[in-house]
């Protein structure tokens, strides 16, 4: 039987057999159970971390953000369905069809003048071409529709969303062009300022001027009047950081992504926006990294010559608890449950120790590591001596209370399978 298994089995079983404690609770029997196998299959994932360490766990998986395109294209089809059945163009939206923002656009047009203004159509007709833009395989014009006669009121708004599918389709179409068009709305007091100044540095990044791409990145992050881009901007950041794979780049992107994480629940579950920056966080903090490694060099910050990923990760572990504790857990702890329990002897125990106490004594992050994170990172050296399984018992079986009493919401929660497992 693998480790994981292992650990997932003991947690239930133990769990299981001290229900009658979660009887004096309002809490279903099954609750703390399945709130602490959710953390024994990472055991030192980004989500153990923040549930030891008291944010809460926000219930979602690790995604990458391509994903949340794919949901925006499939929320666009039912809405446009719904407000234009006949406009059949509108269903085909192509693989590089970016429909975040147009989304967001025709439900603050609906919100505005309701789904049955003519204007609402007529915005879906521009924005029809914008589709057949970006498609790659379509041979229909793509010049917008004329604009409609509308009241005075609305005469700047359609001024501007007209102004903004242009540029939008020159950005599939005439990308050098599309930089100038966005440049002139950024200029503006256009409701898309913010949007045209995201597409400035994103069509730059395509065009590997990162240089200037990662300037106009940070000018947009510097700018609170652009707060509605920022979120996307440091996701860009990460793209950027990619493309120069410079130190200072994947630094923004860790700093980025572990800031994400750190969120409280709270925060992360306050709108589908943000739910889908943190889901995309859990897939770049391992992407970028963070993760197990084979050899204590980030440890000792062992460098090769001009280092870029490595110094980031490096100074990562100085800089922040989470990404120290991460990267020590999986390294001692992913070997170890892969292993054949009779390799698991002395030596191995001597090794894990060692890892686990220099990764420890790194500043200041080391002191950084507390509470129920600090005990389930110091079980990966248990020793085997009785007084050592002894101490391991004792605090899985606080845990264990402490799950059942909150019903699995305690920050102990996620501590009761590596504690179970390593006693």
């Known amino acids: 039987m693998r480790r994981p298994s292992l650990s997932l089995t003991l947690c239930l079983s133990f769990l299981a057999t001290a229900s009658p404690l979660a009887a004096q609770t309002a809490c279903a029997p099954e609750a703390p159970m399945k709130a602490a196998g959710v953390f024994a299959r990472e055991p030192f994932g980004a989500g153990s971390w923040r549930m030891l360490n008291g944010l809460g766990d926000p219930g979602l998986a690790a995604e990458s953000s391509s994903y949340d395109g794919w949901a925006k294209a499939d929320e666009w089809r039912k809405r446009t369905a719904e407000l234009a059945p006949e406009m059949l163009g509108l269903q085909k939206v192509a693989y590089n069809c970016r429909m975040g923002y147009a989304l967001e656009t025709l439900n603050a047009r609906v919100g505005q003048l309701g789904p049955t203004d003519p204007y609402i159509k007529q915005w879906l007709n521009a924005q029809d071409k914008v589709l057949r833009a970006c498609d790659d395989q379509a041979t229909e014009p793509t010049a917008l529709p004329p604009p409609l006669e509308v009241k005075s009121e609305l005469a700047q708004l359609q001024i501007d969303d007209r102004a903004y599918q242009e540029a939008s389709v020159a950005f599939y179409r005439d990308k050098p062009n599309a930089v100038q068009m966005f440049r002139a709305i950024a200029a503006t007091q256009s409701t898309h300022r913010a949007a045209a100044r995201y597409n400035i540095a994103n069509l730059l990044a395509n065009a590997n001027n990162v240089v200037e791409a990662r300037t106009e990145a940070a000018s947009i992050l510097a700018d609170p009047s652009l707060a509605s881009v920022h979120p996307i901007t440091k996701e860009l950041q990460g793209y950027i950081a990619n493309l120069e794979d410079t130190a200072q780049g994947w630094t923004?992107?860790?700093?980025?992504?572990?800031?994400?994480?750190?969120?409280?629940?709270?925060?992360?579950?306050?709108?589908?926006?943000?739910?889908?920056?943190?889901?995309?966080a859990l897939y770049d903090i391992e992407y970028a990294g963070v993760r197990a490694k084979r050899d204590d060099w980030w440890i000792a910050a062992k460098l090769p010559e001009n280092p870029t990923l490595s110094k980031a990760i490096v100074d990562a572990s100085r800089k922040h608890p989470m990404a120290l504790w991460m990267m020590a857990g999986q390294s001692v702890n992913e070997p170890f449950a892969k292993a054949p329990w009779a390799l698991v002897g002395p030596a191995w125990s001597a090794w894990g120790t060692s890892y686990v106490d220099r990764a420890l004594a790194i500043e200041p992050t080391g002191k950084g590591i507390t509470g129920p994170a600090l005990d389930v990172l110091l079980a990966e050296k248990a020793g085997s001596d009785d007084a050592s399984r002894g101490r391991l018992w004792v605090k899985a079986k606080a845990a264990v209370a402490?799950?059942?009493?909150?019903?699995?919401?305690?920050?102990?929660?996620?501590?009761?399978?590596?504690?179970?497992l390593q006693a």
């Open 402 to 420: 402490s799950a059942q009493s909150s019903c699995g919401t305690a920050p102990e929660t996620a501590a009761i399978s590596e504690l179970l």
């Open 252 to 280: 923004e992107l860790l700093d980025n992504t572990i800031t994400t994480l750190s969120q409280t629940s709270a925060a992360v579950t306050a709108s589908p926006a943000e739910k889908a920056r943190f889901a995309a």
